[in-house]
């Protein structure tokens, strides 16, 4: 079970950080990817994390401007986007992929990822 925090309403330019805390021991053996679907569109995906920590890949429509991180003791994902866009208004959901243990693989197909968030609101808006 994925449980999201973060996300509301920011200025043209702005910045949000949004987590995603996973079940204890989980994130050695899953990668977390982000998606975000707008209304009237398909579900995107937006960016992943391997299970080792150590391979990541994003959008290119987020690339340069969205960071994925975790912080393993904590169980939790975050996602910073910066320099945001009112077509990053979305809701965004952070969601897990069996991988195995400490494995490099990622993917932004969301059919591949079984566990979901609850979903969080980003409008950029001025």
């Known amino acids: 079970q994925l449980v999201q925090s973060g996300g509301g309403l920011v200025q043209p330019g702005g910045s949000l950080r949004l987590l995603c805390r996973a079940p204890?021991?989980?994130?050695?053996?899953?990668?977390v990817g982000w998606f975000r679907q707008a209304p009237g569109k398909e579900r995107e995906g937006v960016s992943c994390l391997s299970s080792n920590g150590g391979e990541t890949i994003y959008a290119d429509s987020v690339k340069g401007r969205f960071t994925i991180s975790r912080d393993a003791a904590a169980n939790t994902v975050y996602l910073q986007m910066d320099s945001l866009k009112p077509e990053d208004t979305a809701l965004y959901f952070c969601a897990a992929k069996w991988e195995g243990y400490n494995t490099n693989g990622t993917s932004l197909r969301a059919s591949l990822f079984l566990s979901w968030g609850q979903g969080t609101q980003v409008t950029v808006s001025s």
């Open positions: 204890k021991y989980t994130l050695p053996y899953y990668a």
